[in-house]
């Protein structure tokens, strides 16, 4: 028992001394500062340009997402359950009070254009309100650095408001109330 309780502490002693210092973290943001004009993932940052088919196999470009509106958001999904709760939530409590501004789900893991539509069909997410783009290269994924639930705000200049995980859409609607 003894030794149990040894190792216990033990292993517990690691795990804590291989955390380094940030049991105390700065708080301060340690990223190298965007450079104006620069190209991107970043807040402050241009998007990179981009062509991905959407399920209709047309062609969407950063220009085509953002031509006569005042920006685009892009809702990066996996179509798991996590997904479509932020997915309901852009539907119903986000989008409709912004009808000049772009909504796109990108869906990065179907391996083809017809698998993201099957994709968007069985979830009930085609035809709706939101455009659905294939990013069966991963130009989008990269060049966003995104992920499962990776939310996007491009203004209609072209430059990144907004790169982070989907919560509960306030932060988006402040930004989006920005443009």
Known sequence: MFFTKMALFAALLFSITACG????????DKRAPVVSGS????????????SVSDINNSTVTLASSLS???G??????MWC??????????????????????FYLVDYVSGTVTDAASA????GYSGGMFAILA??????QNSF???????????KSGIIKMNEDYRDGTRLLAELNRL
């Open 135 to 140: 990013d069966t290269s991963h130009s989008l």
């Open 72 to 77: 685009a958001v892009f809702y990066f999904t």
């Open 120 to 123: 968007a069909a069985a979830n």
């Open 21 to 28: 210092d940030n049991l105390f973290p700065s708080g301060s």
């Open 68 to 70: 006569g509106r005042k």
């Open 145 to 155: 650095q995104a992920t499962m639930g990776t939310t996007v705000l491009v203004d």
């Open 39 to 50: 190209t991107g993932s970043a807040v402050g940052q241009n998007a990179a340009d981009f």
């Open 81 to 102: 359950p996590i997904c479509d709760g932020h997915m309901s939530s852009l539907r119903s409590a986000v989008a409709p009070g912004f009808p000049d501004v772009g």
